[in-house]
């Protein structure tokens, strides 16, 4: 009953989306600009895995970070948030919107990853499987804990720049993380050698869905 | 508090900085005010008397102000709310202390007042989730709503606290006691095992600092309680 | 008919404090209108959402009973239905996709349709139904608002300012609803509309802040 009106809202995100382009031009064109960016910031000079790692990732999270608060900022701002409430129960709401969510910043950073591996040629992945299994992990963490802020920050009197500074420390493990996995991944390591990273990057999305789930409906119903 | 503890609490941490500061350290101790030179910290080894005590009430701040937030959210009074805010204050400020004497510390032992080291970034991160707490805070202006939203964001940053105890130390190689880079293998604090005297001063300033702050807090509370009682007053005439 | 009970004991709302409303109470069974009045800036508004379960009472208690049933508050959503200005619908999606959201989430079953097709004829906008809201008028939009929360047939119904932007025509669709309504359910409207109060059995008047 909620995994099925869950799967009516995330279509619905996904068809609203679709239509007013709320999140999705922005945000590539933010890709777009940093990459360019860090392209010529780079110009001729040979950095090292360890910095373009760390760049990927702050491109991923600042990306990430213009484009997951839209989900209940739209809501809030367009009015919809008290009618959403007065269809459904709040768990509902809360797995929709974080599948959505995923989905969303799955793709974003899919597509940073390839134009990162085409564009930069110091960059080299020597194991894409767990380059790839890093972006899909490190989306769904990203995800986990956007999607409670998100819903916070909805309903604070000022929006725009709350979100990454409610979001950094939270973060932070996470990042670290995945940038520790992707320099592995650039380094040739073998997949038994990252478990370490992916069993963080897994346990702290669990521990993150479940703390939300349990305080969502304290934040959707004030 | 009542007043006999509250002389016993100021007596208490007089001594400790007395002791801290003023007891000589030697080759081969003597007397019982005497602690044991320890090489490589020399001197600077009387820190551990204060920046760590301060740690400790740091966390304890943040423990305490992250179950107040989650009192509130069970049974909505306002007050719950207020200790929250009293202790977390508390704790931003003894965490800037904590960071400011580990800088030093880290200055005169490590070459450097910042080195990244997994607990001075641990401490960082508790900076800015103190820091991002008071920020949301003040973008909210109904107080039911302020207080909802800043208990959920205190106990959702509590839960990834345990993170930074795994991930870090896999992340950099530390500099402090017992971290994976240390290269005498368990580091001074642990390998001189603190002379008898040394531990007993450490540990009355662990119970003293920890009892300090009790006595900030419910000092904050009160405050704050009579702070709102004459905002209500000036509102209501 | 189902039997309803809807009672609201000493309910007070503070903002910041300071008092919207003190202690109202009220019980309501099937087959009542009841209206609440006041000035603007009174807490109408304030006691519909906390009527609804959108927003909680500082003090008080709200009860709603469906057949002897206690339905926990907040989570009143399957059986009320809102209307009212600060309630929108979604602006990128038609009238039609709007309401089939609506039946979608609510899990209604294949006679709703019907009873979709039926409530945008009654209130004129069967023939837009395929625009997307945000070319309608706030008239039409008010109508559709109509729509979606009389789709799931509402224990009870609560209207904020009922007649707000509607033509006449409007307004006699919305009469004709609120008395089907009265005569199933529980009807509760804020209103300082003379005509409109002619409908309530029972009439409330909220007073601002006074103790």
Same mark, same amino acid.
């Given at each position: 009953m909620t995994f099925i009106t869950s799967y009516h809202i995330f279509i619905k995100e996904f068809v609203s989306e679709f239509r007013t382009r709320y999140a999705l031009n922005a945000l590539l064109m933010f890709v777009v600009t940093t990459l360019s960016i860090i392209l010529f910031s780079i110009g001729k000079e040979s950095p090292t895995q360890d910095i373009l790692s760390g760049t990927l990732w702050i491109v991923i999270f600042f990306s990430a970070m213009s484009g997951l608060s839209r989900t209940f900022v739209a809501e809030e701002e367009r009015g919809t948030s008290m009618t959403l409430r007065l269809l459904v129960n709040s768990s509902s709401v809360y797995i929709g919107k974080l599948f959505y969510n995923f989905i969303l910043i799955l793709v974003l950073s899919v597509i940073i990853g390839i134009s990162y591996l085409l564009f930069i040629?110091?960059?080299?992945?020597?194991?894409f499987d767990i380059f790839w299994m890093t972006i899909f992990l490190g989306s769904a963490g990203l995800a986990s804990a956007s999607t409670i802020l998100a819903a916070i920050i909805a309903k604070a009197n000022t929006k725009g720049t709350l979100f990454p500074v409610l979001a950094f420390p939270i973060l932070l493990p996470l990042l670290l993380t995945c940038i520790n996995a992707t320099k592995l991944s650039t380094e040739g390591a073998f997949m038994s050698e990252a478990v370490k990273e992916f069993q963080i990057l897994i346990s702290f999305t669990v521990v993150m869905v479940a703390t939300s789930f349990l305080v969502f409906d304290f934040v959707w119903k004030d | 508090m009542k007043m006999w503890l509250k002389i016993s609490v100021s007596v208490w941490i007089t001594g400790i900085i007395i002791a801290g500061i003023a007891f000589p350290m030697v080759r081969g101790p003597h007397t019982w005010y005497e602690f044991p030179f320890i090489p490589g910290l020399e001197e600077k080894a009387r820190n551990i008397i204060f920046h760590v005590p301060i740690s400790w009430a740091t966390v304890v701040a943040f423990i305490m102000s992250m179950y107040y937030g989650s009192m509130y959210l069970r049974k909505k009074d306002m007050d719950y709310d207020l200790r929250s805010v009293s202790s977390a204050s508390l704790g931003l400020l003894l965490c800037v202390l904590a960071t400011l004497t580990g800088a030093v510390w880290a200055k005169f032992n &490590?070459?450097?007042? &910042?080195?990244?080291?997994p607990r001075q970034t641990s401490i960082f991160i508790l900076l800015l989730i103190y820091g991002a707490y008071f920020v949301l805070r003040s973008a909210i202006d109904e107080e039911e709503r302020r207080a909802t939203l800043s208990s959920v964001y205190s106990i959702i940053a509590g839960v990834t606290v345990p993170f930074f105890i795994f991930v870090m130390p896999r992340i950099m190689s530390g500099l402090h006691p017992g971290s994976l880079g240390d290269e005498q293998g368990k580091g001074p604090v642990l390998e001189f095992k603190m002379a008898t005297n040394m531990l007993m001063v450490f540990f009355a300033s662990l119970i003293g600092f920890t009892v300090l702050y009790f006595w900030m807090y419910t000092l904050k509370v009160r405050l704050m309680r009579i702070e709102r009682h004459v905002q209500q007053i000036t509102e209501t005439e | 008919m189902k039997k309803l009970t809807f009672k609201s004991e000493n309910i007070s709302k503070l903002y910041n404090r300071k008092i919207i409303f003190e202690k109202i109470s009220f019980l309501l069974n099937e087959g009542t209108a009841f209206a609440v009045t006041g000035k603007n800036g009174s807490g109408k508004s304030t006691l519909v959402k906390i009527l609804c379960g959108v927003l909680t009472p500082t003090k008080g208690l709200i009860e709603f009973t469906v057949d002897g049933k206690l339905v926990p508050y907040p989570d009143y959503y399957p059986h009320i239905g809102l209307v009212s200005p600060y309630l929108n619908l979604? +602006? +990128?999606?038609s009238a039609e996709e709007n309401l089939s959201f609506i039946m979608k989430v609510r899990s209604l079953g294949s006679e709703s349709v019907q009873r979709a097709e039926m409530l945008l004829h009654e209130f004129g906008i069967y023939d837009h139904r395929k625009k997307e809201v945000k070319y309608y008028s706030s008239g039409m939009k008010q109508r559709l608002k109509y729509c979606a929360a009389l789709l799931h047939e509402p224990s009870v119904l609560v209207l904020d300012e009922p007649s707000s932007n509607l033509d006449q025509y409007g307004i006699e669709a919305v009469r004709k609803f609120m008395k089907i309504q009265k005569q199933n359910g529980i009807l509760i409207f804020a209103t300082n509309d003379k005509d409109d109060l002619e409908f309530a059995d029972t009439v409330y008047s909220v007073e601002n802040g006074k103790r």
């Open positions: 040629k110091e960059f080299t992945v020597k194991s | &490590w070459g450097s007042f &910042w080195n990244w080291d | 979604y +602006e +990128e999606f």
